[in-house]
């Protein structure tokens, strides 16, 4: 399935995308994709009474408009940690976004006044759906919702001014999450994803998710040992 969150005459929504519209899937109980989610039902979900809505009527919102949080891994492919000239670690490099600084799918990323260096970096957003503490890395793929494309807008100057990047990650407007959340179900765990950024029909990013330095079970392993919502 693919899944989105959407404004629709000013109303927020959420629902399955198909080939030209989204049909509905919001209710009473699971008024976001959030909490449908968070109760883990998206695969026991049928579709609402509500006509399926053409996808140029609504209004793309992040896909998980207020996310518990967002955790971020810096320089974790081999080739962009060269590049960089970063040491190389023992362990994942991580800085958090907060909601606020979202943005979606065909709105525009904001350049603050205060900076002339706003900077494209195109990521892939996995998007955890089972709650869990001490995640074991072979257990890691049944907490994972699904996957979704993210353009982590990055303020470089304001990024640098100390080591850690929270500053440069954070402006208003600054991180596009979307179209769509792919269900777990459609890819294969452990596929080979690949990763391609475009500027003006020039391609500035390709890569596949097999340079990872840190796998994707092992971060979620990593970051659930300190954080998680229940001990």
Same mark, same amino acid.
């Given at each position: 399935m693919k899944l989105? $969150? #959407?404004? #629709?005459?000013?109303?927020?929504?959420?629902?399955?995308?198909?080939?030209e519209s989204v049909i509905p899937l919001g209710s009473a109980q699971y008024p976001t994709l959030l $909490?449908?989610?968070q109760a883990n039902v998206l695969g026991q979900l049928s579709a609402s009474n509500a006509a399926p809505l053409p996808l140029d009527v609504i209004e793309f919102m992040p896909v998980i408009p207020q996310p518990g949080q967002i955790f971020c891994v810096g320089?974790? #492919? %081999? /080739?962009?940690?060269? %590049?960089?000239a970063r040491d190389k670690t023992q362990f994942p490099l991580l800085f958090m976004r907060v909601a606020e600084s979202q943005t979606a799918h065909l709105q525009p990323i904001w350049q603050p006044r205060e900076s002339s260096?706003? @900077? #494209?970096?195109?990521? !892939? /957003?996995?998007? !955890?759906?089972?709650?869990?503490?001490? !995640?074991? %890395? %072979? @257990?890691?793929w049944e907490h994972v919702a699904g996957y979704s494309a993210y353009n982590d807008g990055s303020v470089r100057d304001w990024q640098r001014?100390?080591?850690q990047f929270t500053a440069g990650k954070n402006f208003t407007g600054t991180g596009a999450f979307g179209p769509w959340l792919v269900t777990r179900g459609e890819i294969a765990d452990g596929a080979e994803l690949t990763l391609e950024t475009r500027l003006n029909g020039e391609v500035m990013q390709h890569t596949t998710t097999a340079s990872m330095i840190f796998p994707i079970p092992v971060l979620i392993n990593y970051i659930s040992i300190h954080y998680a919502a229940s001990r």
């Open positions: 989105i $969150s #959407y404004l #629709y005459q000013g109303q927020p929504g959420w629902g399955m995308v198909t080939a $909490s449908a989610l320089h974790n #492919y %081999e /080739a962009h940690r060269v %590049e960089t260096q706003l @900077d #494209y970096e195109g990521e !892939i /957003a996995v998007v !955890i759906g089972k709650a869990g503490r001490r !995640i074991r %890395e %072979e @257990d890691a001014h100390t080591m």
